[in-house]
DNA sequence: TAATTTGTGCAACCGGGTTGCAAACTTATT
DNA sequence: AATAAGTTTGCAACCCGGTTGCACAAATTA
């Protein structure tokens, strides 16, 4: 039987090399979203450039989203299997300013604008900061 | 009669020094966010850390805004006088990738958000990447 | 096998942002 | 007015995430 992760990569048309099933595994099993430095340190040692380019494959071939949150870090973290990355799968993201996790609200699709007359929408970010419920007690 | 910048300056509590004349003077003739690489241009010759920093305390001040529209460049626009940056006074902000030129849709506020238990907002940030109204055309 | 494509590692670079520090300027105190 | 304290500005140096060029390795194809 094959792993999920070769199963993701399988499906969304990335040959999985060695680097590609360890960076993927990382970005699973993480419970928010990470970013390149933070993706390194996991590591006792890697390239950064092979990190940086696996993660760009990834969000090209859609196995991953990446995320600005606005602390000039940009994050990632695993699409579903079936993402297309379209404006209306899209999801609110939430950057708590205490813990300073990035997490995906996936329950949130990101609501329908009214642009102005003659504007196309290609992408939205939508990112909320604030308290995390964890570090929004007392 | 004083300068509509001076009497701007006043309500947001800004010492008007001639730098920061002349820097929300560029800021609001702009018909676009512009970042301090930009403003920078604006410039025959001026210090980056001395534009950055009045920024900074324009951002501070509420005087202007700013705006991270994923591009890695932070944009600023001027706020209105009564603008306090909250939540619920924040507006959508638009990016298009063809004239690469990023606006406020002053008339688009940032729709509610129902947030999981527990979590708090004390910002939002929403980013529509396309094709604005002038570049959207045959 | 040989030729070609794809992936990886190293080094160097880029650019926006940021800090430390001293000089210039402004404001308050004597 | 003279002095002291606070604020603003300018220069230089730095930080760091991201990115590119290039050579070598590995995998794929002919
Ligand atoms: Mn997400
Ligand atoms: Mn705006
Ligand atoms: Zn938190
Ligand atoms: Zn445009």
Redesign the pocket.
């Known amino acids: 039987m094959k792993k999920s992760i070769d199963k993701s990569l399988e499906i969304k048309q990335?040959?999985p090399?060695?680097?590609?099933q360890l960076v993927l595994d990382i970005l699973s099993k993480q419970d928010h979203a990470i970013?390149?430095?933070e993706l390194?340190m996991q590591f006792a040692?890697?390239?950064?450039?092979?990190?940086?380019?696996?993660l760009?494959?990834f969000v090209d071939k859609k196995v991953i989203h990446s995320i600005d949150d606005g602390t000039?870090?940009?994050?990632y973290a695993v699409c579903t299997d079936t993402c297309h990355c379209n404006p209306s799968e899209l999801h609110v993201h939430f950057y708590c300013i205490k813990c300073e996790k990035t997490t995906c609200l996936t329950d949130i699709p990101i609501p329908d604008i009214q642009l102005p007359e003659n504007y196309f929408a290609e992408n939205i970010n939508m990112v909320v900061k604030g308290l995390c419920n964890r570090c929004n007690k007392g």
């Open positions: 990335v040959k090399t060695a680097m590609r970013g390149l430095p390194e040692q890697a390239d950064r450039t092979t990190l940086y380019r696996t760009k494959t000039g870090t940009i994050k």
